[in-house]
């Protein structure tokens, strides 16, 4: 199994806070992607990362950011969550983004906003 | 952009055939990839399509056509862990490279 861990797991929070969702890889993977997840939904790009520092926008990137300091970690802020931010976020993983090579995702994280 | 179509939820029995099937549009095809997911966990890898053709991994095959813009995945000797959703994703030449999914099917395999 890839090396990718994300934290936390479940987290409820309420209306107007930030949160921060942390992926860590251990597969030196240029290539690191952040979804989410909901029912009817299926799978939508939020924000990736292609390198160090190096990172673009998805297909619902509103009310999120991302950082990457490192080429091991990518984070996901929601500087003030909102309720329809409730979602299963999941990290990926690639080693290349244009040639064959299947991501690898991680567990997720259930975030609730009340 | 793209357009990924696929059945909502199939059910099949136990030890019968089953093909999901995902058609697309795109401007610019560039591959497909099928992923399985069980209920409350992460997506995980299948198979792969880049060429017209069938590719055979065991139980599972992964066909596609290009011209008709039409994928299958095909599960043979179906077992209860085979309940999950698939998910077809389709990357696009230029731009970012990153796969587009469908919304996925749910299969529910009864004994």
């Known amino acids: 199994d890839a090396g990718i861990t994300q934290s936390p797991r479940h987290k409820v929070t309420e209306t107007g806070t930030p949160v921060t969702l942390r992926c860590h890889q251990t597969e030196n993977h240029r290539y690191m992607y952040w979804y989410r997840q909901d029912p009817g939904h299926g799978l939508r790009l939020i924000h990736y990362?292609?390198?160090?520092?190096?990172?673009d926008k998805g297909e619902v990137s509103d009310g999120y950011s991302v950082s990457r300091s490192k080429t091991e970690d990518f984070l996901l802020t929601l500087e003030s969550a909102t309720s329809s931010q409730t979602s299963v976020y999941f990290c990926a993983i690639s080693y290349s983004g244009t040639s064959y090579n299947e991501q690898f995702f991680g567990p997720g994280t259930r975030l609730t906003v009340l | 952009g793209q357009n990924i179509d696929q059945p909502t939820e199939m059910t099949a029995t136990e030890g019968a055939i089953v093909q999901i099937n995902c058609t697309y549009q795109t401007s610019g095809f560039n591959g497909l990839f099928w992923y399985q997911q069980h209920a409350g966990e992460a997506p995980t890898f299948l198979s792969y399509?880049?060429?017209?053709g069938l590719e055979e991994k065991g139980r599972f095959s992964s066909f596609l056509s290009r011209s008709k813009g039409y994928s299958y995945l095909l599960l043979k000797e179906l077992q209860m862990k085979d309940s999950a959703s698939y998910l077809c994703a389709v990357r696009e030449s230029g731009g970012s490279y990153i796969p587009t999914f469908g919304r996925g099917t749910s299969l529910i395999v009864h004994p």
């Open positions: 990362s292609y390198g160090v520092k190096d990172t």
């Open positions: 399509n880049v060429l017209d």
